[in-house]
């Protein structure tokens, strides 16, 4: 079963109580760019989270190859969410992957959820709709101004645009051509409903006439005389109960801190609850995306010939999930690992084991690769090793060992770690604008991927910011790409982490950390 479901605005808030319930039971959920990190935190932690965004000027996925996932996973699991932001049926290519799913057999269910295009301008303090003011309403895609019919267009009373912050010049232009006013409304709301939410307002012309005007995508652009006709609404505050308040006399010594997390997308939240918890004010930035290998090829083939194994290695939560799940799809369950011995690195790989049934025979009393090469229970000569792993970029350390020491290891990939497209623009301004205290890093990639997403101006802009990391390893990549690493995990987990924070408060915005 493929359930289509709308993701709102991209927050809590604005999610539909059948989605919620959705997202809690899903087993795999292929995610657009625009949904927020929280949503995927609803999901149980052994669900596979993909991401299949577009965004525009990154290159995004190939819509038939969102489709043949679609269809894959659809023949393997009984519950896939395809989570589109807004409401799927708007600009969502909802036909196309309906039309590949139900022909290929398989049963769909659509849920609607809140789309910006209404509930942007509302939130706003604007009405799409007014007496004596506006009577007709088009929500339009500026992604190709070129093929709209202008001429009609231009008599609608009120224009909503979304995809349409790259060509709003071209929109404008034709739309003055058509004999629309240059003194008409203009409005480009965007991040509507997030903590990041920028308006601007003013007319055709002063659009135009505003050179270098900045990025402001993704944004909901309305245009007519009701973008000139404002209410000064007043934001919703819910009182939360008595046992929830937490006055700031009380909070912890990272009141005041804002601290930057680039965990991966869909696993970040979980952190960012403890550190706003702790009094912090929290901005993510993930810098991976967990997504499938470019073939299950090796890691099916190691499947059927489990047997043959003396050990199976896994050292991450994905590498868990991954394996597991790929277990599962081959109609194979936990029984058919009754002759491994499993050996897992760190305590939520641990944790994501148990999830499925299984308890390690081994872990290591320190959370890395090389406390598991030095307390190995056993002499390793002679044993044969299934080691699957992320596709790129893993360290090599364990296979050099182990094969250095007569073993056979065959490394499999079980799932990929890639670098999204593009720095998230509101955390970039953050950063310009020096209102990060502190960045985490809790690996070797997502310090690489950061200075990646961030280019020449990496150093530039944490001249001022701390920088925290889970462990060794990123401490090491972090003096090897930024110069300088100002707190470190002692336990290399994310609760070793926040300790690590709480610890070094005294020293943050000031005195480093050595």
């Given at each position: ?24 039971q ?13 949503l ?127 060509s709003?010049r ?39 006439n ?80 967990i ?8 890691l ?44 897992v ?14 308890v ?37 350390v ?35 604008a ?32 701390q ?13 090897e ?32 950390v050595?």
């Amino acid at each position: 079963m493929i359930y289509f479901v709308g993701a709102g605005l991209g927050t809590l808030g604005t999610l539909t109580l059948e989605a919620w319930t959705c997202l809690q039971q899903a087993q795999v959920v292929l995610y657009d760019a625009l949904v927020s990190p929280s949503l995927l935190d609803l999901t149980p932690t052994d669900c596979l989270r993909v991401a299949v965004g577009k965004r525009a000027g990154a290159e995004p996925v190939p819509q038939a190859e969102i489709n043949r996932l679609l269809v894959d996973y659809g023949q393997q699991y009984q519950r896939v969410v395809r989570l589109k932001s807004g409401d799927p049926g708007l600009f969502g290519r909802l036909h196309q992957e309906l039309e590949v799913v139900l022909g290929a057999g398989l049963e769909a269910v659509v849920i609607a959820g809140v789309s910006s295009a209404l509930a942007a301008p509302l939130l706003a303090g604007l009405c799409v709709t007014a007496k004596d003011v506006s009577q007709s309403v088009a929500i339009l895609s500026g992604h190709a101004p070129e093929i709209l019919p202008w001429a009609a267009i231009a008599q609608m009373e009120t224009l909503i645009f979304l995809m349409a912050t790259r060509s709003l010049r071209q929109i404008v232009e034709e739309l003055l051509q058509q004999g629309r006013s240059p003194a008409e409304g203009l409005a480009i709301l965007q991040w509507v409903g997030q903590p990041q939410q920028q308006f601007w307002f003013g007319t055709l012309e002063s659009y135009l006439n505003t050179p270098h005007f900045p990025e402001m995508a993704p944004a909901v652009v309305v245009i007519g005389a009701i973008a000139q006709k404002r209410y000064p609404l007043t934001s919703l505050d819910l009182a939360l109960p008595d046992c929830l308040r937490t006055s700031p006399s009380s909070m912890s010594r990272l009141h005041g801190k804002t601290i930057l997390v680039t965990r991966a997308a869909g696993q970040a939240s979980a952190f960012s609850e403890q550190l706003k918890a702790a009094g912090a004010t929290v901005l993510e930035m993930p810098t991976l995306e967990i997504v499938p290998p470019s073939s299950w090829e090796p890691l099916d083939q190691a499947l059927a010939e489990l047997s043959t194994f003396d050990w199976l290695i896994l050292t991450s939560h994905n590498a868990v999930t991954f394996f597991m799940e790929r277990l599962h799809s081959q109609g194979k369950d936990s029984r058919a690992l009754a002759g491994l011995k499993i050996a897992v690195v760190g305590e939520k790989t641990a944790q994501t084991l148990s999830s499925y049934g299984l308890v390690a025979d081994f872990t290591p009393s320190e959370f890395v690769a090389d406390a598991l090469v030095a307390e190995f229970p056993e002499p390793v000569a002679g044993l044969r090793f299934l080691f699957p792993r992320v596709e790129r970029g893993g360290r090599p350390v364990l296979v050099d060992a182990f094969t250095a020491a007569g073993a056979e290891v065959l490394e499999v990939p079980a799932y990929d770690s890639r670098c999204p497209q593009a720095a998230d623009a509101h955390v970039l301004a953050a950063l310009e604008a020096g209102q990060v205290d502190i960045v985490t890093f809790t690996s070797s990639k997502t310090v690489k991927h950061f200075c990646q997403l961030l280019g020449a101006r990496v150093a530039d802009l944490l001249q001022n910011v701390q920088i925290a990391s889970i462990g060794p390893q990123t401490s090491q990549t972090c003096r090897e790409l930024l110069g300088r690493v100002d707190a470190e995990a002692t336990e290399h987990t994310l609760e070793g982490l926040l300790q690590a924070l709480l610890q070094a408060t005294s020293s943050l915005k000031g005195e480093r950390v050595p």
